[in-house]
């Protein structure tokens, strides 16, 4: 059978029918196991996932930018044909996405999505009307819309610093820049219910760094100023990063910087899954942060060697995310988010791809009995500890997919197919 062949049969096989059936006989094995399985699908469901925009232009942004600004953003590699070069295009496309995406979905934007009429706006000039666009789709569409200061790609951080610079007048331009963003951030909230507004910086040194002292002491003032006035529809956040291309030495605004920074200014904290030792455990600082930290902003992404934001798959690392959430009863406390951009492949595609791999990894979590499990594990039985993770899993996914309207099994890929011979294959 080729591909052709098989995405055909399994558009054919994919009705809610038969998702039922074979999810009757699931649910009563998890029954037998003390789980809900009807529970866990609608938890799972409802369960919002912040989707990113960048995946769909490859991080360029829609600034209109004066002469002589720096126009690059992050590095996305590939060059598939399609990427969005509009924010209409950015919309439609995803829109296709959501259409193959079960449960509850948000959306991210970053500054430099700025929609202001062909008139140039430095950034830290941005007011609300120039999202206005961004937060009516979202409303139309019952998704929520999260937001982030955007602190790259810019003639004042040429030297990659900016939260951080020694010259107060860059450090300003970029207090000012994180300001405004808070105050898009509350307008957000006040039509759509709430909106995290999470601050990343680039900020580092390439080698052998002397002074690590002072650039975090600068930038302890400047998140202080930003931050100064509380905006109470607003869930601030700020994320750490191991190191940078460039900045392979030191980076002003690591892991233990921000994590003790949120603890006592009482904010959030986002843990990037690719932002860490490529062996280092973002699960298990799930329950060691809760405690005294919260909200926790997860950004789902998968690193390859390091950074890369390759599109997240069902693997052990995301599951594991998810199931240190739900055993450590941190649900209530974590913001789900994805953060990746692959221009090699389809980029609608790479949406779905990563966000049906977060939302199976948490319906996988909610299903396992881990109760039986600890028990079993205070009791020192490894065996049955271990063979309680073997779940009649499939047809539960699939039978959520079906609640959601979406189509389970391989099916999606022949609407992406469609898409891309009908929108995308047009760009070019």
């Not at 207090?175 to 995290?196: F, N, P, T, Y």
């Not at 002074?211 to 750490?240: C, F, G, N």
């Not at 939302?359 to 028990?375: D, F, G, I, T």
Request: glycine share 8%.
């Amino acid at each position: 059978m080729n591909l052709r062949e098989l995405l055909g049969e399994q558009k054919v096989k994919a009705n809610k029918q038969r998702a039922t059936t074979n999810y009757n006989g699931a649910r009563e094995r998890f029954a037998e196991l003390g789980v809900d399985a009807d529970g866990a699908v609608e938890t799972a469901l409802s369960l919002p996932i912040s989707v990113h925009c960048w995946q769909a232009d490859d991080v360029r942004g829609l600034e209109v930018r004066a002469e002589g600004a720096d126009s690059g953003g992050l590095q996305a590699t590939g060059n598939y044909p399609g990427a969005a070069r509009t924010g209409e295009e950015i919309r439609q496309d995803f829109k296709q996405a959501a259409r193959l995406i079960p449960g509850a979905l948000r959306f991210n934007l970053h500054a430099m999505y700025a929609e202001t009429g062909g008139a140039a706006v430095d950034r830290d000039e941005l007011v609300p009307e120039h999202f206005a666009t961004w937060v009516d789709w979202c409303g139309e569409h019952g998704w929520g819309l999260d937001f982030n200061p955007t602190c790259f790609a810019h003639s004042m951080a040429a030297e990659g610093l900016t939260l951080t610079h020694p010259q107060k007048s860059v450090r300003d331009f970029w207090i000012r820049h994180c300001i405004a963003c808070r105050e898009v951030a509350e307008s957000i909230g006040r039509k759509l219910g709430d909106c995290v507004c999470n601050i990343w910086i680039p900020d580092g040194q390439k080698d052998a760094t002397v002074d690590r002292a002072s650039p975090r002491r600068r930038l302890v003032e400047s998140l202080d100023a930003i931050l100064q006035e509380k905006l109470p529809r607003v869930t601030d956040t700020v994320e750490s990063k191991l190191f940078g291309i460039g900045l392979e030495d030191y980076t002003a605004g690591s892991h233990e910087f921000y994590l003790l920074y949120a603890a006592t200014r009482g904010i959030g904290i986002c843990f990037d899954m690719g932002h860490y030792h490529p062996t280092e455990s973002v699960a298990d600082k799930i329950s060691a942060t809760v405690p005294f930290v919260q909200p926790i902003l997860l950004h789902i992404s998968r690193g390859v060697r390091w950074d890369s934001d390759h599109v997240p798959r069902f693997n052990d690392e995301v599951r594991a995310v998810c199931d240190e959430a739900v055993r450590s009863g941190a649900l209530e406390h974590i913001r789900w988010a994805t953060d990746f951009f692959d221009a090699s492949i389809n980029r609608v595609a790479a949406w779905v791809l990563g966000v049906r791999a977060l939302r199976k990894a948490l319906l996988y979590a909610l299903l396992e009995p881990w109760k039986l499990a600890a028990e079993a594990e205070r009791s020192g039985d490894g065996a049955a500890k271990l063979a309680l993770a073997e779940l009649p899993f499939g047809a539960v996914w699939d039978y959520a997919c079906a609640r959601a309207d979406v189509a389970g099994g391989l099916s999606w890929l022949a609407e992406i197919k469609r898409y891309e011979a009908e929108v995308l294959a047009e760009r070019s």
